[in-house]
């Protein structure tokens, strides 16, 4: 199973808006509605941000959100503030019920 | 408050087995999938293997089939990880994570890790 592609990096200045994509294939991303993104500080756990596409958990800011474009998915980060810099990585349910994420997305606040 | 704590990492050499346990607290423990999740040094997250609450259902990725067995005693709300075979790729941080309900669905707690390194 490949990881699904994200872009290495993507920046945006404090109250920006930025998006970061995922892109997989109809075997995982395109087959299902199970994306979820997670938030990584360094040397820190992964911390779940979306689920099933566009669905934020209890606490997560509403300046996340997320969405689905065929075999494609976006993370977008509005208003974008400091403490958001970290990791950002997608991963997916696949037809052979195993998970694969991408290979992660540094964000950088200007 | 639901908390997962590893343990059971450390130095191995090449060839070599060893079994990671996940503590699991404040929640009724079998009711939800777990996956053990790995982080090499420097890399990205890499799903390793997930896990029914039963039990009855395993999946592992493909750097983990054949080598690698996930189990659960639900008795005693630990989630477990033999790795057998070790290879210095295996070495990383190796995270345990509960699905919401399932592992389709997200992974809403992850322990802190434990570290494995494989080396001579």
């Known amino acids: 199973q490949s990881a699904l592609t994200q872009p290495a990096s993507v920046s945006g200045s404090p109250g920006q808006s930025i998006t970061i994509s995922c892109t997989g294939t109809?075997?995982?991303?395109?087959?299902?509605?199970?994306v979820s993104w997670y938030q990584q500080h360094p040397g820190k756990a992964p911390k779940l941000m979306i689920y099933?596409?566009?669905n934020r958990p209890s606490g997560v800011s509403n300046r996340f959100s997320g969405s689905k474009s065929g075999s494609t998915a976006s993370l977008t980060v509005s208003g974008l503030q400091a403490e958001d810099e970290a990791d950002y990585y997608c991963?997916?349910?696949?037809?052979?019920?195993?998970?694969?994420f991408g290979g992660g997305t540094k964000l950088t606040v200007l | 408050e639901v908390q997962l704590v590893e343990s059971g990492g450390g130095l191995v050499q090449p060839g070599g087995s060893l079994r990671l346990s996940c503590a699991a607290s404040g929640l009724t423990f079998n009711m939800y999938s777990m996956s053990w999740v790995r982080q090499a040094p420097g890399k990205g997250l890499e799903w390793v293997s997930g896990?029914?609450?039963?039990?009855?259902?395993?999946s592992y990725g493909d750097s983990a089939k054949g080598r690698f067995t996930i189990s659960r005693d639900n008795s005693k709300n630990t989630l477990y990880l033999q790795m057998n075979s070790l290879r210095a790729d295996d070495t990383a941080v190796y995270y345990c994570a509960k699905g919401r309900r399932n592992n389709r669905d997200g992974m809403d707690v992850w322990g802190q890790g434990t570290t494995v390194t494989v080396s001579s």
């Open positions: 991963t997916s349910y696949t037809s052979i019920s195993t998970l694969v």
């Open positions: 099933d596409v566009s």
């Open positions: 896990i029914s609450g039963s039990g009855g259902e395993t």
């Open positions: 109809s075997s995982d991303i395109g087959g299902y509605n199970y």
